[in-house]
C-alpha cells in the first residue's frame, strides 16, 4: 500500500503564509515526479506546481513569484511554500506523486486534500 498525506493547510489573510507538506508511505522503490494541484468550488482542478526527481520546479503562472515547491527524498516529502496569498488562492490543495512500488509496479498517487482558505 502507499499513502500520501498532506498537512499545514488553514485560513490566512490575504498577503499572508503558508507551508503545505506530504509524505508518501508504504513499499516504496522511487519516487520520480511530484506535484501540487488544487480545487476551487465549482472548478476543475488544476496544476499548481510540480518537481521532478532531480528537484526542478515548474509553476502555474498564476502562482509563478510566490509559491515555491521543493521536496526531501530521504523523507518521501514534498513542500509548498506559499507566499502572497490571494483569495482566489482558495483551494482544496492535492500532493500528487508518480510512485514505483518494491513490486516494480507503478502508478499516480493522490493525497486527501487540505484546505487553504484566503480570507479576511
Known amino acids: 500500500q502507499v499513502q500520501l498525506v498532506e498537512s499545514g493547510g488553514g485560513k490566512v489573510q490575504p498577503g499572508g503564509s503558508l507551508r503545505l507538506s506530504c509524505t508518501a508511505s508504504?513499499?516504496?522503490?522511487?519516487?520520480?515526479?511530484m506535484g501540487w494541484y488544487r480545487q476551487a468550488p465549482g472548478k476543475e482542478r488544476e496544476l499548481v506546481a510540480v518537481i521532478s526527481s532531480g528537484a526542478t520546479g515548474n509553476y502555474a503562472d498564476s502562482v509563478k513569484g510566490r509559491f515555491t515547491i521543493s521536496r526531501d527524498n530521504a523523507k518521501k516529502t514534498v513542500y509548498l511554500q506559499m507566499e502572497s496569498l490571494k483569495p482566489e488562492d482558495t483551494a482544496v490543495y492535492y500532493c500528487n506523486a508518480q510512485i514505483y512500488k518494491t513490486d516494480w509496479s507503478s502508478g499516480a498517487y493522490w493525497g486527501q486534500g487540505t484546505q487553504v482558505t484566503v480570507s479576511s
Open positions: 508504504g513499499n516504496i522503490l522511487r519516487i520520480n515526479g
